[in-house]
């Protein structure tokens, strides 16, 4: 069961109290060495799989509630653990463990001509708050991604899979008490109650930064409440197009995977467009294949015309992230028009181009102002884990400090150090 709702006031007495035991924690966190860190990850890996069952089943109270609110296929596909993706959890603290420690880190260094040597290093952001939605293996992410960068961490996960986060958060303070580090580390919100969003957007006193992690209308939200700095994960309307000269096997694989692998994802392709000179040879294949996986599709004139199956796409087709079984298909004259329609439509988040011609990609690359871009790759390598950074916090879409996927360098920040023996300012 979710603990009782609180009233504002309450909510605030639970941040107060958090944020100073997380802001102790940093501070003990911040000069951990990285053996007792990595300790802290192994033992909250063994603690997932011997919960395993506790975990399982916290989850099926969460599926049980989310069938009776008639939650979308997406969401419950977000939401739902099995025993291989538990494993996958644990896996991934061991993978984060597994990592080079990014504090203390020399990223840059020079001497002056007065002789004075700078050093600039990597050094954490403090305390990191995380809002997210659905996905319980955020717990873990988040949790393990901020202790190996030295920071503290609040998470609020979201009432959907409240009681699973709780299970996994159990995991990860035995981890931390197994390695003789602050349980306050990592703590997980008490609540549900949406009061505790608003106190924590309110509270630039203990979070040093906020990463949201969910639908449009919480980052929205994010973005336009909080008083504290935000990586902003906004939405994937991720793109594939493909040229002429692609290969239509490998075409055919990666549009499938791309759109199909788990449609529920941030990296999931939402549109695909087609170059006006493959008409003929890859556009009736592509939406043939992906109407008989069971894929609606929607598209402009040419694409109907293929099969009496696709569905019109209408204006807001081209922006939409469906997380379904759903893509919007149309053929584009070119290269150029193919990056006018994602500049346009896009959220920045994740494009791949299918094609031979090197240089074309290249172009494509280098026009297109999105976090990640591929050539010849399916758009859900947007992961983490799948970039070698062992986890995750989010695909960040924004411009500053971070982009792209959140991982432990990410959630650090550096100082300089300046080494003199004696100089003095003319």
């Not at 031979?356 to 172009?363: G, K, L, Q, S, T």
Request: charged content about 20%.
């Amino acid at each position: 069961m979710n603990a009782p709702m609180q009233t504002d006031h309450s909510a605030q007495a639970i941040m107060d109290q958090l944020g100073q035991a997380a802001r102790a924690a940093a501070a003990e966190l911040a000069v951990a060495d990285t053996a007792a860190k990595n300790r802290a990850l192994l033992a909250a890996a063994a603690a997932i799989r011997a919960a395993s069952a506790a975990i399982l089943a916290a989850n099926a109270e969460d599926m049980a509630a989310a069938r009776a609110k008639q939650l979308s296929a997406a969401l419950l596909d977000r939401l739902e653990l099995n025993p291989k993706r538990v494993e996958a959890i644990a896996v991934g603290l061991e993978d984060i463990a597994a990592l080079p420690d990014p504090v203390g880190a020399v990223m840059a260094e020079w001497t002056r001509p007065n002789g004075l040597h700078f050093k600039r290093v990597r050094t954490p952001l403090g305390v990191i708050g995380v809002i997210f939605e659905s996905r319980p293996n955020v717990t873990a992410d988040a949790g393990g991604l901020c202790l190996k960068a030295g920071n503290a961490c609040i998470l609020r996960g979201g009432s959907e899979g409240f009681r699973s986060s709780r299970a996994i958060h159990a995991a990860l303070v035995q981890g931390l008490r197994a390695a003789g580090l602050p349980e306050a580390a990592i703590q997980l919100m008490p609540s549900t109650d949406r009061a505790l969003v608003g106190a924590m957007l309110a509270a630039p006193q203990y979070l040093d930064v906020i990463v949201p992690r969910g639908g449009k209308s919480l980052v929205a939200r994010v973005q336009a409440e909080s008083r504290v700095p935000v990586f902003a994960h906004l939405e994937g309307n991720c793109h594939l197009y493909v040229e002429a000269s692609a290969d239509l096997a490998m075409a055919k694989n990666i549009l499938l995977n791309a759109k199909l692998r788990r449609t529920g994802v941030c990296g999931a392709a939402e549109t695909l467009l087609v170059e006006q000179a493959a008409a003929a040879t890859h556009l009736a294949p592509l939406v043939t294949m992906l109407l008989e996986h069971g894929c609606e599709v929607r598209g402009d004139a040419a694409s109907q015309a293929v099969d009496a199956r696709v569905k019109p796409a209408s204006e807001a087709d081209w922006a939409t992230e469906y997380l379904d079984a759903i893509i919007a298909v149309k053929l584009v004259p070119d290269l150029d028009a193919a990056i006018k329609h994602i500049e346009r439509y896009g959220s920045h988040h994740t494009e791949s181009i299918i094609t031979e011609a090197a240089d074309h990609a290249a172009e494509f690359m280098r026009r297109i102002d999105s976090a990640i871009l591929l050539h010849n790759a399916s758009t859900q390598f947007a992961d983490g884990g799948e970039f070698g950074f062992g986890a995750e916090i989010g695909i960040a879409t924004g411009k500053m400090h971070a982009r792209g996927p959140v991982g432990v360098e990410q959630l650090t920040t550096f100082k300089y150090l300046v080494f003199g023996n004696g100089q003095v300012r003319p």
